[in-house]
């Protein structure tokens, strides 16, 4: 079944969001490639084509999701996950391992709650794919939040690791907000409204007083940008930066890249929100790097332009 998306806000939204996620993946992954640093300094793209990473792929899983049950399904969510796993696209160790015994027919609440001894995995990886869901809940920013926390679950369950989710989908719900964007300070008020108490949390709220810094080397060396691939060394610093970016996706990309760390995961992630937005074109990554970025996956039951 392909759905038209244009019969349908909710996944409209979602997949504009899917689109912005898929291009900062994309474009951010390329600057691990030692030949275009230069081109990082100087704000320029390279040469296409650009594949995109595990976080475009799982996030096209979060979509077909809710575009195939009008909701998360966990169960099926897990399923998509296995089945369109490609060790090719820079998965972590831990999610491939894991996703490769589901694969085997393994049951996710088991594997996934025995991993890193019994502490569940707080890492970024239910927060890279999620901004597409909160888009999808844009009317309603407690459930994109209680949604996410039940996305996380088939790999992520260490609390860290849910409650980032949870942080970025309410981003990308305030963000797509029927009201207009709020501001930089309304945004990030609004998701630490929206989340438990946590070190994501914590930290959240040091970005929300750092948002007046015009130095992203700064706010990343307080806060992280992902060099240990966690969930709060990698979410507090993405929403500080798409807070900040909404309505300007091309300068959101540039700050947050600029700033190194796990750049195809931040760059993600702000590009899912900025994207979910309603600041008019400036949310929307420019064409060319649409251009560039590889398609999106076949297998989503979208029909995506
Ligand atoms: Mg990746």
Request: with cysteine; proline share 7%; hydrophobic share 40%.
């Amino acid at each position: 079944m392909i759905a038209d998306s244009s019969s349908d806000p909710r996944l409209e939204r979602a997949l504009a969001s899917l689109r912005g996620l898929a291009v900062g993946d994309a474009l951010g992954a390329q600057f691990f490639v030692p030949a275009n640093y230069p081109l990082l300094k100087r704000r320029e793209v390279p040469p296409g084509p650009w594949p995109w990473t595990d976080d475009t792929e799982m996030a096209s899983s979060v979509l077909s999701v809710l575009a195939r049950h009008g909701r998360i399904d966990q169960d099926a969510l897990a399923r998509s996950f296995a089945t369109h796993h490609d060790e090719g696209r820079g998965y972590g160790p831990a999610v491939s391992r894991l996703l490769q015994s589901l694969e085997g027919g393994g049951d996710w609440r088991q594997l996934a709650s025995a991993m890193f001894k019994g502490q569940g995995s707080w890492g970024n990886g239910a927060a890279m794919r999620v901004a597409p869901l909160g888009a999808w809940y844009a009317d309603d920013p407690e459930q994109a939040t209680h949604q996410a926390e039940i996305s996380a679950y088939p790999t992520h369950q260490h609390r860290e690791g849910v409650v980032g989710s949870m942080a970025v989908a309410a981003a990308a719900a305030l963000a797509a907000a029927p009201s207009g964007p709020p501001t930089p300070e309304a945004l990030l008020d609004g998701v630490i409204a929206l989340i438990p108490r946590s070190a994501v949390g914590a930290a959240l709220r040091r970005a929300r007083d750092m948002l007046d810094y015009g130095d992203a080397t700064t706010v990343a060396a307080v806060l992280g940008c992902g060099r240990r691939t966690s969930a709060h060394d990698t979410v507090p610093f993405a929403l500080w930066s798409a807070a900040r970016g909404l309505g300007d996706f091309q300068r959101a990309f540039w700050v947050t890249a600029q700033v190194g760390g796990d750049m195809d995961t931040t760059c993600a992630i702000v590009g899912g929100v900025v994207a979910s937005g309603r600041g008019g074109l400036g949310s929307e990554p420019p064409e060319l790097w649409r251009e560039r970025t590889e398609k999106l996956p076949d297998w989503i039951p979208v029909e995506v332009g």
